[in-house]
């Protein structure tokens, strides 16, 4: 497979991936200097092996002959080696409103977890001590059908997008949406029929003052 561009868009795509602007991305590889990287977009020079030495010591799953050449996938090891998780720093009713389907605001790599279609910052405490109030959730879309009873979900449909443990109800068709913070929320009870879309919560980032 080649993926030939030049060394500037190979050097942006990079940088994209990060989420940085070019100053922070040229910190963040331990130039001394950002102008390196302007020099690579006005064309005037191309990727040295020393560059490339130290993106791909900051970013291991980018492939250093594919920065140097064009050649092959982007990542090491092939083209899924290090999947993209896009995230998107809104909140779960931007979800509902198909968040999904704009630009992500940055990228995260999480090799312990295969399945993910994206990443957002939670608020709130309903969920709380389970999910504390900005964590940030790996989230795979999944079928209604496959839910599990008490795992977590963000569940959309209707006017309610929520993210609740799933358990078994009494009534038929229908699931109970349970919280975690149970002093200050209620459980509700859905039907599955009217869920539009659920995303399993398969990682979580919680972030620690």
Known sequence: MSNINSNWERIWQVIEMSGMTINAFSNHIGLPRSETLYQIKRGNNGISR????????SFPQISKPWLLT???PMYAGGENSARQIPFYNCSLKQLAAGIGQ???DSYMFLPQIAYADLALCYCGDDMAP???????????????????FGNE??????NLVTLRKVRVSDRDGCLRLVPANTDGYDEMTIAAADIREAYEVVGKLIVKD
Request: charged content about 15%; hydrophobic content about 40%; cysteine-free.
């Open 153 to 158: 979900y963000v569940i959309i449909g209707g």
């Open 70 to 72: 064009g050649y092959g």
């Open 50 to 57: 020393n560059l490339a030495d130290k993106i791909t010591a």
């Open 102 to 104: 704009t630009k992500p």
């Open 130 to 148: 389970s999910v504390p109030d900005g964590t940030v959730l790996i989230l795979n879309k999944v079928p209604v059908e496959t839910l599990i």
